[in-house]
């Protein structure tokens, strides 16, 4: 709606509601990310039509990476403390690396 600015009125400002449903659509669904239990799971649901999707998220004091194509799933501690994940209901730990 913003990108192509379809109602003629980006120029007021974004739509953070449809901002927001877009981002849901693409982390929750095609993602399943969600958190349970303080476990962050992340299962592949990406269509076909889609060849890939990467995200960024901060959870707690963790930021996350998010890879998904067709055949990889993967999700990768950035910054912050280690974090308990489930990738496509296999249970890991992304640790953190600490630096001397």
Do not use: C
Request: aromatic share 4%.
């Amino acid at each position: 709606m913003d990108l192509v600015n379809l109602q003629g009125n980006t120029a007021d400002g974004l739509h953070l509601a449809n901002l927001g449903g877009s981002w849901l659509a693409l982390v929750a669904g095609f993602s399943g990310f969600h958190v349970q239990a303080g476990v962050v799971h992340v299962t592949n649901h990406l269509p076909q039509e889609l060849t890939a999707l990467s995200y960024r998220l901060t959870v707690g004091k963790s930021v996350l990476e998010v890879d998904l194509a067709a055949d990889v799933t993967r999700v990768r501690l950035i910054s912050g403390p280690s974090v308990h994940v489930s990738v496509n209901g296999r249970p890991e730990s992304l640790i953190a690396v600490t630096k001397n």
